[in-house]
Antibody, heavy 123, light 104 residues
């Protein structure tokens, strides 16, 4: 069965960086995009960026441009999201999610999600 | 950039009742692009509907989606206890702010 398993909770100081991993299993890792979505406590979902694990191509939300980097290691079917220059507003649960086109055109949804990784930014 | 506005913010209903959730887009959206998710406390979101009206694998048929252009609807025909949750609509990189369905 398809699974995305993320790394554990992190506590970071303002200005530091955090790197969260997302290990895929149950499908061919290079066949589907990996996206990163975050959610602050009590808030909605915020898309951060995507990566094509086959090509390594990436795209980022404008809000995070220059601060977020998504990479992968295909040999271990793992994607990574690194967020730098952390501030208190970055405290959130970070999810990886598999992106799929279940219908034609620009139809794009997230069919499998990781369990989430809580990142706390505090001095 | 498209904005998705969901209403109401909170819906208070009893088990067995019908729930109707709205998602309005700031510009016309091809119906193929609209998806809905359910999220329970402490859990990741779960894909319910894609392409505006197609149920994802394993989703009960009490969940249905409809709409076109700028107005989309998620309907839960008869609420089960496990359906009380927050629901989000999504078009590619954009999510609505969510509608909470709570027990009345």
């Amino acid at each position: 069965q398809v699974q995305l398993v993320q790394s554990g909770a992190e506590v970071k100081k303002p200005g530091a960086s955090v790197k969260v991993s997302c290990k895929a299993s149950g499908y061919t890792f290079t066949s589907y995009d990996i996206n990163w979505v975050r959610q602050a406590t009590g808030q909605g979902l915020e898309w951060m960026g995507w990566m094509n694990p086959n090509s390594g191509n990436t795209g980022y939300a404008q809000k995070f441009q220059g601060r977020v980097t998504i990479t992968r290691n295909t040999s271990i079917s793992t994607a990574y999201m690194e967020l730098s220059s952390l501030r208190s507003e970055d405290t959130a649960v970070y999810y990886c999610a598999r992106g799929v086109k279940l219908c034609g055109g620009d139809c794009y949804s997230f069919d499998y999600w990781g369990q989430g990784t809580l990142v706390t930014v505090s001095s | 950039e498209i904005v998705l506005t969901q209403s109401p913010g909170t819906l208070s209903l009893s088990p067995g009742e019908r729930a109707t959730l709205s998602c309005r887009a700031s510009q016309s959206v091809s119906s193929s692009y609209l998806a809905w998710y359910q999220q329970k406390p402490g859990q990741a979101p779960r894909l319910l509907i894609y392409g505006a009206s197609s149920r994802a694998t394993g989703i009960p048929d009490r969940f249905s989606g409809s709409g076109s252009g700028t107005d989309f609807t998620l309907t839960i025909s008869r609420l089960e206890p496990e359906d009380f949750a927050v629901y989000y609509c999504q078009k590619k990189w954009t999510f609505g702010q969510g509608t909470k369905v709570e027990i009345k």
